[in-house]
């Protein structure tokens, strides 16, 4: 159902019964990492024209690891990276970080 790098590849498939005898499947929240265990590879300064996903592409080789700079940085919207120039965060090292809660 999802790509090997997809965010939710390793979350639960789950079912919800909705009482008139139609089930339906969804897939559990997901819960961020804590910065404090994520691994940080390198800080990005941001410039004129950046977009995540192309920031994504630079420093973690694929535009779809987005989600990883938003994690790393507890960003949920991702149109709250890059920010504006010369604001900086987190690029973190792949496979770092553990969900909390």
Known sequence: MFT????????????????????????APRLL???????????????????LDLIAWRHLGAPTAWWMI??????????ALPGGPGDSFVIPLPGTGKTTG
């Open 33 to 51: 990492p804590d910065p404090a265990d994520t691994t940080v590879a390198t800080q990005h300064r941001t410039t004129d024209g950046d977009r």
């Open 4 to 27: 090997l790098t997809s965010r939710y590849v390793n979350q639960p498939q789950l079912v919800a019964d909705r009482g008139d005898g139609v089930s339906v499947r969804y897939v």
């Open 70 to 79: 938003a994690d790393a940085n507890r960003v949920v919207d991702p149109a």
